[in-house]
């Protein structure tokens, strides 16, 4: 069965740093893209970051672009995102979300995801 | 950036009905880049229906997805219980980007 648990929300100053962690089990991690979408209170579906399946490549939303920095450990089966200088606009539940099996060489969408990680931004 | 509408924001019907969902996207998306999902209180999103049409893994053949270009429509032939819950489109575009609309909650009448 698969399995992601996600870890690390908090609640932050505007600033400040969080790093968030996602335990995957259930398939073989490295063989898959895997990515962060968020959810803030009273809104859409965002996807934020995703990364490839040997983490060499990445890509994120406009809005995170230069502040949050995904990686994965393969030996490890987790994923992370790293944040840094958050804003309020920045709260959110985040879910770690597998990548679907590629077609035509690309992830569409989202197979599996977990049940999220709460980040308040606020002083 | 493409957009996705989804409507009705809110559907009110009884279990046995039909629900039918609709996805609009600002411009054209491919048919095999359009996806939903169901997401209930408390649990994971999970995915219903991927390439407009085919349904993903476990997922009972009630759920119809269906539509091209702009318009996408998912269909819940007869309404069971634990199919009251809040259902999303996603696109993904090659810049790339996966593009969610804002959600339509199905809920009892």
């Known amino acids: 069965e698969v399995q992601l648990v996600e870890s690390g929300g908090d609640l932050v100053q505007p600033g400040g740093s969080l790093r968030l962690s996602c335990a995957a089990s259930g398939f073989t991690f490295s063989m898959y893209s895997m990515s962060w979408v968020r959810q803030a209170p009273g809104k859409g579906l965002e996807w934020v970051s995703i990364?490839?399946?040997?983490?060499?490549?990445?890509f994120y939303a406009d809005s995170v672009k230069g502040r949050f920095t995904i990686s994965r450990d393969n030996s490890k089966d987790t994923l992370y995102l790293q944040m840094n200088s958050l804003r309020a606009e920045d709260t959110a539940a985040y879910y770690c979300?597998?990548?679907?099996?590629?077609?035509?060489?690309?992830?569409?969408?989202?197979?599996?995801w977990g049940q999220g990680t709460l980040v308040t931004v606020s002083s | 950036e493409i957009v996705l509408t989804q409507s009705p924001d809110i559907l009110s019907l009884s279990p046995g009905e039909r629900a039918t969902l609709s996805c609009r996207a600002s411009?054209?998306?491919?048919?095999?880049?359009l996806a939903w999902y169901q997401r209930k209180p408390g649990q994971a999103p999970r995915l219903l229906i991927y390439?407009?049409?085919s349904r993903a893994t476990g997922i009972p053949d009630r759920f119809t997805g269906s539509g091209s270009g702009t318009d996408f429509t998912l269909t819940i032939s007869r309404l069971e219980p634990e199919d009251f819950a809040v259902y999303y489109c996603q696109q993904f575009d090659s810049s790339p980007t996966w593009t969610f609309g804002r959600g339509t909650k199905v809920e009892i009448k």
């Open positions: 990364i490839s399946s040997d983490g060499g490549v990445t």
């Open positions: 390439g407009a049409s």
């Open positions: 411009q054209s998306v491919s048919s095999s880049s």
């Open positions: 979300a597998k990548g679907a099996p590629l077609r035509s060489g690309r992830t569409r969408e989202f197979d599996y």
